[in-house]
C-alpha cells in the first residue's frame, strides 16, 4: 500500500480534478485497482483525468493501451474475474460503441449466467455528451444503448463533489459500474469537502426546492436546468430541481416525493429523445403517479438527429437554458 | 502566419531522385504538396481565429503521401477513403478547396453542407467516400466498397489510407482477412507517423514494421519513405497495378512524421525536440524542390513566386469563399437524417 495523503476540502475544485483525486485516493488504498485506456499514462489522459498517476503508480498500473477498445474492456472484465479492480477510461462514448460486446455480453451477463459464482468488480468511465463542434460521430450520448441491459449500473455525477465520491464507491462496489461523465464539465468548478457524508451511490438529489414543477435530469442538464429554474425564480415560477445522480438504478422515492409536491415533471435530457432514458423516466412516473400528476409528464430531449457540426445546428439540436424555461411556462399552462 | 520552417531553406540537402515521373509531373506535385501545406496551415490560423471548431487534425508533413499514393492511381476514378485527417486527401482526388474550407466554417456551402466538419469531408462527385472520426472505422468499408465494384464489374480498386495505430483495431484484421478471401481489389495504405495521439508505436504496437503484419493474411505489401513522393509514387505504381489487375489486395506502409500536434489541443510534450528537428530536416516539400533545384528544372525564385501565388490564391479565393458563405438555415436541423418523406421511418415531428 502507497503513502495515503489526506484529502482536505477546497473551496474551488475542478471536476477533472476531483476525479484525480478520488483515482489517486483509491490506487493508493487498494493495490488490485488499475488504470487502463487509450493515452492514459504518458500522456495524462485526454482530460488530464490521469494525469501525475502514471508518474506515482507505474506503467503496470496505469497502462496506455492500444485502440483496441472491445479488447481492452474485455481484458478489465477478464482480471476482475480474478480479483482484479479495473477502471477502464474510454476516451469518449463515442468508442465505447465498440466495447459493448465487453461491457454488455460480457461485463454484465457473467454474474448472472455463473449463478452468482464470479462477481465483475469493474468500473467503465467515459466521457460523452455534445461538446463543442464535435460532429456526430463525437457528440453521442449513450445512455439509451446502457440503460436497458441488467447487470449494469450507470452513475452520472454532475458536480466535483459528486464525481470524487461517486467515482470511489464506485470503485468498492463489485458489479460492472457505468461511469458517465461529461466532456463540457470537466473544467467546471464547485466547492469539495471530503468530508461531508456522501450520499448513497445510486441517489438523487435535490438542487433546489419549488412548489410549481419537478425538473428532474442529470450530468449536465443538471446545471441547465438549475440555471432555468433561477431564472424562472425570477418570474415568480418555483421549479424544483433534481440531479439524478443515477440512472441505473433511478431513486424512484424521491422522484415519486417530489411529483406529490408540485404535481408536474419536466424531464431535461441530452440523448435523443426517441427511446431515451427520458421515456423511461416520464412511462414510470405515469405509471406509479398517474393521480398526482396535473398534467402529462414533459420531455425536453435532444433532436432526433446525428449532431451537425455547425455550431447554431449544434446548438438547436439540444435543451438550452431558453427551451427549458419556455417548456417550463408552456407546461405551467397545461 | 504560424508556419512549419524548413522548407524555405536555401541550402539543403538533395537526395538521389529514383522515379519516373516527368519533370514537368514533379514541378505540378511540387506545386501540390506546397499548396497542401499552405491550405493547412491557413486553417491553423482560422481555429486558432475561432472560424474553425471541433477538432482540427492537419497534414503537414505527410503531404508525400496522399500525393504520391493517388499519382499513381485514378483520383476521382478510384474511391478513397481515410480518417479525420482528411482535407488533403480529398482535395487530392478532385474536391474543390473552397468547399473544403467551407465545410471547415461550417457553412451551407462545404463539402458536407456544414454538417461534418474537418473530420467528415464528403465528396460523391469526386469519389472521394469520406473522413471518420472513429479510428479503423473504414477499414471495413474500404473492403466493401471494392466488393461493390468487384460486383458491378470495372476498372475501379478502392484506397484505405489510414494510420498506424489504427492497425490494432480489430477491424483491421478482420478487414484484411475478408479483403484476401474474397479478393477484393482494395489498396490499404498505412501512413505511419510513429504515433496514435501520445502514445509512440513501440508503447502500443508489438510489430513495428506495418507492412509485415500483412503476411499474417497472405497479403502483398511494400514499404516506401513516404517523405519521398517520388519513392511513394514508385511503390504506389506497383501496388495500384497489383489491385487494379485483379490479384486481390495490396498492403502499403509508408514511412512519415506529423509536424503539428496529433489535433489543436496536443502540444507534443511527449516527442523529443531531437526526433522532430530530424523529420523536419526531411520535409517532402524540400526534397523534391532541392531535387528541382540541383536537376536545374526550377530556381529558388521560381519556388517563391509559386508560394506567393499559392497563399493569394488561398486567402483570396478559398477563404474568402468561406468566409462569405451563408450558414446552413437553422430550420433545416432534421434535414439529411433519412430519405426524405418517409413517416414511417421517421416517426413525425412532434
Ligand atoms: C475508435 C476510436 N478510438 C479512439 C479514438 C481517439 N483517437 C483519435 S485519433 C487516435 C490516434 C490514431 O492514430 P493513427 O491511427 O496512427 O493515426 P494518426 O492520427 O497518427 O494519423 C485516437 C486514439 C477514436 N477517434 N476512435
Ligand atoms: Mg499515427
Redesign the pocket.
Known amino acids: 500500500m502507497g503513502h495515503i495523503e489526506p484529502v482536505t476540502p477546497r473551496p474551488e475544485l475542478k471536476m477533472w480534478e476531483a476525479l484525480n483525486l478520488a483515482l489517486d485516493r483509491a490506487m493508493a488504498e487498494d493495490d488490485a485497482v488499475f488504470i487502463l485506456g487509450?493515452?492514459v499514462g504518458l500522456y495524462g489522459g485526454s482530460y488530464r483525468v490521469t494525469q501525475g498517476l502514471y508518474a506515482k503508480y507505474g506503467e503496470w498500473r496505469v497502462r496506455d493501451a492500444p485502440?483496441s477498445?472491445n479488447s481492452f474492456t474485455g481484458l478489465g472484465v477478464g482480471a476482475a474475474l480474478v480479483g482484479g479492480r479495473p477502471v477502464i477510461e474510454i476516451?469518449t462514448v463515442?468508442?465505447a460503441y465498440?466495447a459493448l460486446d465487453a461491457i454488455i455480453n460480457m461485463a454484465a451477463k457473467i454474474r448472472y449466467m455463473s449463478g452468482g459464482q464470479f462477481r465483475v468488480p469493474l468500473v467503465v468511465r467515459m466521457p460523452g455528451g455534445v461538446a463543442r463542434q464535435l460532429a456526430a460521430q463525437h457528440s453521442q450520448r449513450i445512455e439509451h444503448a446502457l440503460l436497458n441491459v441488467p447487470g449494469l449500473r450507470i452513475v452520472c455525477p454532475a458536480t466535483p463533489q459528486d464525481a470524487y465520491w461517486q467515482l470511489r464507491q464506485a470503485i468498492h462496489e463489485d458489479d460492472p459500474i457505468i461511469f458517465m461523465e461529461h466532456e463540457l464539465l470537466y473544467f467546471d468548478s464547485g466547492p469539495f469537502d471530503p468530508g461531508a457524508a456522501p450520499p448513497p451511490l445510486h441517489s438523487g438529489r435535490i438542487l433546489r426546492d419549488g412548489k410549481d414543477v419537478t425538473l428532474v435530469a442529470w450530468s449536465r442538464m443538471s446545471r441547465l436546468a438549475l440555471t432555468a429554474a433561477e431564472e424562472l425564480g425570477e418570474e415568480g415560477i418555483e421549479a424544483e430541481v433534481i440531479d439524478l445522480r443515477s440512472l441505473r438504478p433511478l431513486d424512484l422515492p424521491l422522484l415519486l416525493e417530489s411529483l406529490r409536491r408540485t404535481h408536474r415533471v419536466l424531464v431535461v435530457e441530452e440523448d435523443c429523445l426517441f427511446g431515451g432514458a427520458g421515456a423511461e423516466i416520464a412511462a414510470t412516473l405515469g405509471e406509479r403517479g398517474f393521480y398526482e400528476l396535473e398534467t402529462p409528464v414533459g420531455r425536453l430531449a435532444g433532436a432526433d438527429v446525428p449532431t451537425p457540426y455547425n455550431d447554431r445546428l449544434e446548438a438547436e439540436s439540444i435543451p438550452q437554458v431558453s427551451t427549458i424555461k419556455a417548456r417550463i411556462r408552456d407546461l405551467l399552462k397545461a | 502566419m504560424n508556419v512549419m520552417p524548413g522548407y524555405v531553406r536555401e541550402e539543403g540537402m538533395s537526395e538521389q531522385s529514383t522515379s519516373l515521373l516527368s519533370v514537368t509531373d514533379k514541378k505540378r506535385l511540387l506545386r501540390e504538396m506546397l499548396y497542401a501545406r499552405r491550405f493547412e496551415e491557413r486553417c491553423y490560423e482560422a481555429y486558432v481565429e475561432r472560424k474553425i471548431g471541433g477538432f482540427l487534425?492537419l497534414y503537414s508533413g505527410q503531404e508525400a503521401c496522399a500525393h504520391g499514393v493517388l499519382e499513381a492511381a485514378r483520383p476521382g476514378f478510384d474511391y478513397v477513403i481515410t480518417?479525420?485527417?482528411d482535407h488533403i486527401h480529398a482535395i487530392k482526388c478532385g474536391a474543390d478547396p473552397r468547399e473544403v474550407m467551407a465545410e471547415l466554417y461550417g457553412k451551407e456551402t462545404g463539402s458536407s453542407r456544414g454538417r461534418g466538419g474537418s473530420m467528415h469531408i464528403f465528396d460523391v462527385k469526386h469519389r472521394f467516400m469520406g473522413g471518420y472520426?472513429?479510428?479503423?472505422g473504414p477499414f471495413p468499408l474500404a473492403a466493401g466498397i471494392a466488393k461493390g465494384i468487384k460486383m458491378k464489374g470495372g476498372e475501379e480498386i478502392s484506397i484505405c489510407f489510414?494510420?498506424?495505430?489504427?492497425n490494432n483495431?480489430g477491424t483491421f484484421h478482420e478487414s484484411l482477412n475478408m479483403a484476401k478471401i474474397w479478393n477484393l481489389p482494395v489498396l490499404y495504405v498505412c501512413?505511419n507517423?510513429l504515433?496514435?495521439?501520445g502514445t509512440r508505436i513501440d508503447r502500443s504496437t508489438a510489430v513495428l514494421e506495418q507492412y509485415k503484419r500483412a503476411a499474417a493474411y497472405d497479403i502483398p505489401a511494400g514499404q516506401a519513405d513516404g517523405q519521398d513522393v517520388e519513392a511513394v509514387y514508385a511503390a504506389a505504381v506497383q501496388a495500384v497495378e497489383h489491385v487494379r489487375s485483379g490479384n486481390g489486395p495490396y498492403f502499403l506502409e509508408l514511412k512519415t512524421y506529423?509536424y503539428r500536434g496529433?489535433s489543436m489541443s496536443d502540444s507534443n510534450a511527449y516527442r523529443s525536440k531531437d526526433e522532430e528537428r530530424e523529420w523536419l530536416k526531411r520535409d517532402p516539400i524540400q526534397i523534391l524542390r532541392n531535387r528541382l533545384i540541383d536537376a536545374n528544372a526550377l530556381t529558388l525564385d521560381e519556388f517563391k513566386a509559386m508560394d506567393r501565388e499559392i497563399l493569394d490564391q488561398i486567402e483570396n479565393d478559398v477563404v474568402k469563399f468561406a468566409e462569405e458563405s451563408p450558414e446552413p438555415a437553422v430550420e433545416d436541423l432534421e434535414k439529411y437524417v433519412l430519405a426524405e418523406n418517409d413517416p414511417y421511418v421517421h416517426g413525425g415531428r412532434q
Open positions: 487509450e493515452d485502440i477498445e476516451m463515442n468508442f465498440l | 487534425h480518417g479525420y485527417r472520426a472513429l479510428v479503423g489510414l494510420g498506424d495505430a489504427a483495431q501512413e507517423n504515433y496514435g495521439i506529423r496529433h
